[in-house]
Each structure stands twice: as structure tokens, then as C-alpha cells.
């Protein structure tokens, strides 16, 4: 069962003055920082397993499928606590510490069309879970580091320097999200 986030993190193209051909291959890291505790709360008759995943969109499609993937972050579910409420146990896998840092990296392996530079590109987080119930909590702040873009069109920049700035480029996002699913 997968439960995503109606927002999602938005990173904003930052110096990208119009449409290119194409995202190039390579590699841009993401560090999120947890603003407050994000908790998985799950009844487990048997033991289950949760875990975060985020989906790449570039202008409005879904890439993660198309030569894109992410991957990375906290140590998800080490931390765990468990209570004993209604006569059953009741077992909490804390995925984030406030304050706790995160680093996803997003490989674009084959270039695909920037199809719109204004659309930016986004990547929202998914919370996977089998089993009963899971309620979902978090806030996140986040930043991407790297200098100002270079532009491929222009004369002198080549279109290596622009996918050395695609792997650093700078924008900055805030996600605060409040989820809540029921898992069927």
C-alpha cells in the first residue's frame, strides 16, 4: 500500500532562462533536515517492514520509472520503540530525529527532455507500508547546494559545465506536510 504526500518538495530550476534539450546523466544530491519527529505508527500482528521512497516529477511527470531514481536518506526504522496499548503491541519505527539530517541522491541515468524549465523539477516523498494501519506526520526543510547555473546557449559555456551544475545546482525548498492514511 503506498500513501504519498499531496505536497511535495519543489525544487525550483534557479538560472534555467528557458528550455534545454535535455536533463543530462549524472548525479545532484538533496539534503532534508527534519524539522520534527517523523514517526511510523503501525499495529503489526507480524513483524512489517515501512520505508520512505520519493518519486521524481519533471513538469508534471513521473520519471522515477523513466531513467530516473532516488535513493539515500536516514537510517529508516533503526530507531524503534515498543508500547503495549489495547492488549497488543503496538510498535513505533521512528524514521527521523528532529534535527536529524537526510541525503538523497537523484541519478538522472539516461537524459530525458527538460520539457519546461518553469515547471521545475519535483520530488515528493512516499511512504510505503504493508499491512493494517499507519498514520504519517512530518516536516521537513531542505536545501540544495551548488553555485549559479551556467547557461549551455551561451557562448563559452559548454554543455558539460551544465551538467556539472545540474549534479550542484542551488535552490532552496520547504515542505511542511501533514499526512494522514489509513492502509487497506
Known amino acids: 500500500t503506498t500513501f504519498s504526500s499531496e505536497s511535495s518538495l519543489v525544487l525550483e530550476a534557479m538560472g534555467c532562462g528557458g528550455s534545454t534539450p535535455e536533463v ?10 527534519a524539522k520534527a519527529a517523523l514517526a511510523a505508527d503501525k499495529m503489526w500482528d507480524t513483524m512489517g517492514d515501512f ?10 511527470e513521473n520519471l522515477t520509472n523513466e531513467g ?4 539515500g536518506g536516514s537510517e529508516v526504522g533503526k530507531a524503534k520503540r515498543t508500547i503495549i496499548h489495547e492488549d497488543r503491541n503496538y510498535e513505533e519505527k521512528l524514521i ?5 539530517k537526510a ?9 530525458t527532455p527538460w520539457r519546461n524549465c518553469k515547471d521545475g523539477l519535483k520530488v515528493s516523498f512516499e511512504c510505503v507500508a504493508d499491512g493494517s494501519g499507519t498514520a504519517v506526520n512530518w516536516t521537513w526543510e531542505g536545501e540544495f547546494l551548488g553555485p549559479e547555473a551556467p547557461n549551455p ?11 556539472k551544475w545540474v549534479q550542484e545546482k542551488s535552490a532552496k525548498y520547504t515542505d511542511k506536510t501533514e499526512g494522514m492514511a489509513e492502509m487497506m
Open 24 to 33: 543530462p546523466k549524472g548525479a545532484f544530491k538533496i539534503e532534508v533536515t
Open 51 to 60: 520505508e520512505t521512497s520519493m518519486q521524481v516529477m519533471l513538469g508534471g
Open 68 to 71: 530516473y531514481k532516488a535513493e
Open 96 to 100: 527521523a530525529m528532529e534535527g536529524q
Open 103 to 111: 541525503t538523497y541522491t537523484v541519478t538522472s541515468l539516461s537524459g
Open 153 to 163: 546557449k551561451s557562448p563559452g559555456k559548454s554543455y558539460q559545465e551544465f551538467e
